[in-house]
């Protein structure tokens, strides 16, 4: 049972990359592209973000 806990504590995104606004490293990036796709979208970077933040993009539709 202490196993599937451990396992399961693991799996949680604490302090990994968030996608809602978090830091655009190339996994978070990677994973909102996925999303947008799937949706039929386009994940483009807002003009006036950096590129910095997950905030400063957008899944747009083509």
């Not at 599937?4 to 990036?29: E, W």
């Not at 994973?31 to 973000?49: D, I, M």
Request: aromatic share 4%; net charge positive; hydrophobic share 35%.
């Amino acid at each position: 049972m202490s196993l599937v806990l451990t396992l399961g504590a693991c799996a949680s995104s604490a302090g990994g990359p968030s996608i809602a606004g978090g830091v655009a490293s190339y996994d978070a990036l990677k994973s909102a592209r996925e999303a947008c796709l799937a949706k039929g979208g386009e994940l483009v970077r807002s003009e006036e973000g950096s590129g910095k933040r997950m905030n400063d993009y957008a899944c747009k539709r083509k």
